[in-house]
């Protein structure tokens, strides 16, 4: 079979402007980016049709390093759907620069359900990453000018800087960093460091504003530190969140693209599942939803981090209530929490795969407790037996949740057929209820993570820092305990340890400290060694990375 960039390649592009006419979209209301992107403006989402028509959530199983194939089922299924008469839009997160050129190589899909063009989506596309990067590191910049500016002016100092850089590369050695080194017309000296453009509460910003008005409200409330009289500081005491806004005001637009199928997808805003709320914006899912009947969208990682914020976060603050949600499983990732070792897990092993089921049966739990109806997506692989596929379609119809193989990657369209009907069939008989939240909003921080870490992953109990009481004290004293939380931790355990495969009960879930984004309206909770700023690997995938006659390879 061809690589992925090949079948992209292989793919005779639709000019955008026609993808647009198919779905409805005014394409002379969109503002172009080449022939085949285009961005489509906020002001034509229609509320009374994002409420009408129906949302499907994908999310996984707890993830092998692999991956499990959230976003191939995700623009599979909406290819299954065109091909038995529906219509259908895929709503997506934009890829990462640091994961394409550390471990994964691209997230714009694989095989034969892809969207297109990869290598812009991959690469630089319409430029919302550097918008978000350069919009977080101006805040920075301009705080510095003014820590500089007033040094010794009484009233114009801060006791503490919460407020630090980003960058859209994984780079371990800017974790924590000094600057103002040097002669003083450097600066002010300070301790600091970078987090990955994804972690960002500009993206999250992003991700959760309605409008423009919105985001620049929201920027305007960034927590950047404390004062001497223990106040907090925003960006609007600075007075440049119309500045900042300014930068942002192309990246606000949802992407629009188009499948290997040619069908519609929204592609905007990237926050990680593990260190963000892990969802694309909420204007590319109204959007969508504006413009189809059916639109799919993913959660990042697995069901207790992405889903569980898709929901908790999202939903919540967009008043979205998906008509279903798809758990994606493989055969690896369930050998893997069967307690087969890692290299025997693409081999037969049918007591480490039913082993495996735990994890599946906890995600479902967990999707169920929200009044989700239930659809398990097998993502298959050429190693995958008939005998296999069987005992979890077996087990599935036990559960009473529906079961399909999907085959996209290798097929396309054709290979989600099966899944694009069961999923309509229980849209139509059995969809799910309104959301039931984990926490109401107002349950304090406290109660809120522990709701969380009991209920959701399976913890006894849960403890916090010393850093993060004082950092709820603050959130207290700033009356935002009404806010949701997310919470920051490992993606391939429900613990806080990413060794702790399968499903792991009982355990003490430690946070270890306390982010306010206060512009964004959420807490994040960081819980054990996860980083907001990743390392890479020894081989990074960068060294596959090439242009070779005016061609990249490499890109997946």
């Known amino acids: 079979m061809k690589s992925d960039i090949e079948i992209a390649r292989s793919i005779e592009l639709q000019k955008i402007r026609e993808v647009a006419t198919k779905v409805g979209i005014p394409y002379e209301e969109m503002s172009h980016y080449g022939r085949y992107i285009a961005k489509v403006p906020v002001e034509l989402i ?35 759907l065109e091909k038995i008469g529906k219509q259908a839009i895929v709503a997506l997160r934009e890829p990462s620069l640091g994961p394409c050129f550390g471990m994964k190589g691209g997230a714009a899909g694989g095989g034969y359900a892809q969207v297109l063009p990869m290598e812009n989506i991959n690469l630089h596309f319409t430029g919302d990453f550097h918008a978000v990067t350069s919009a977080h590191n101006m805040i920075t910049a301009l705080l510095d000018n003014y820590l500089y500016q007033n040094q010794g002016v009484c009233g114009k100092g801060l006791k503490e800087i919460l407020w630090k850089r980003v960058l859209d590369v994984n780079d371990r050695s800017l974790r924590q960093i000094i600057t103002g080194l040097g002669p003083r017309t450097n600066g002010i000296p300070t301790e600091t460091g970078f987090d990955i453009t994804p972690a960002s509460e500009i993206m999250a910003i992003l991700c959760l504003s309605k409008d423009l008005e919105d985001l620049k409200r929201r920027i305007g409330e960034i927590l950047l530190g404390m004062d001497f009289d223990n106040k907090p500081f925003r960006v609007k005491d600075l007075g440049i969140q119309g500045a900042i806004a300014v930068l942002m005001k192309d990246a606000i637009a949802p992407n629009l693209v188009q499948t290997t199928e040619h069908t519609a997808a929204f592609i905007h805003g990237g926050p990680f599942a593990n260190i963000a709320h892990g969802c694309n914006s909420i204007i590319a899912t109204k959007m969508a939803l504006t413009y189809s009947d059916y639109v799919v969208t993913e959660a990042g990682f697995a069901a207790d981090l992405g889903a569980e914020k898709f929901f908790n976060i999202k939903c919540r603050k967009a008043g979205l209530n998906p008509k279903l949600t798809v758990i994606v499983a493989t055969s690896q990732g369930l050998k893997m929490h069967g307690d087969v070792q890692l290299e025997d897990i693409k081999k037969p092993h049918r007591e480490g795969l039913i082993k495996g089921f735990e994890n599946l049966d906890k995600h479902i739990e967990n999707m169920k407790s929200f009044g989700q109806s239930v659809v398990v997506a097998f993502n298959k692989h050429a190693f995958d037996t008939d005998e296999e596929i069987e005992l979890i379609r077996a087990h599935c ?55 969380i870490a009991k209920n959701i992953y399976g913890a006894a109990t849960v403890q916090f820092s010393d850093k993060a009481e004082r950092i709820l004290k603050l959130a207290a004293q700033m009356n935002i305990e009404h806010f949701p939380v997310c919470i920051a931790k490992t993606q391939y355990s429900f613990s806080a340890d990413p060794k702790q495969y399968g499903v792991t009960k009982g355990f003490n879930f430690k946070v270890n400290d306390i982010v306010i984004n206060n512009g964004a309206e959420f807490i994040v909770a960081i819980a054990g060694e996860i980083m907001r700023m990743p390392g890479l690997p020894k081989v990074p995938q960068a060294v596959h990375i090439d242009i070779v006659n005016g061609v990249i390879e490499g890109l997946s």
Request: aromatic share 4%; glycine share 10%.
């Open 397 to 451: 119809a036990e559960k009473g949740v529906g079961f399909a193989v999907n085959n996209a990657f290798s097929e396309g369209g054709n290979g989600a057929v099966d899944l694009a009907k069961i999923v309509v069939e229980t849209i139509e008989n059995k969809p799910s209820t309104p959301l039931h939240f984990t926490y109401n909003d107002e349950d304090s921080i406290k109660l809120k993570i522990e709701k």
């Open 46 to 80: 229609d509320e009374d049709k994002v409420q009408k028509n129906n949302l499907i959530l994908v999310t996984a199983i707890t993830p092998t390093k692999a991956g499990i194939g959230k976003t191939t089922v995700s623009i599979g299924l909406a290819l299954g």
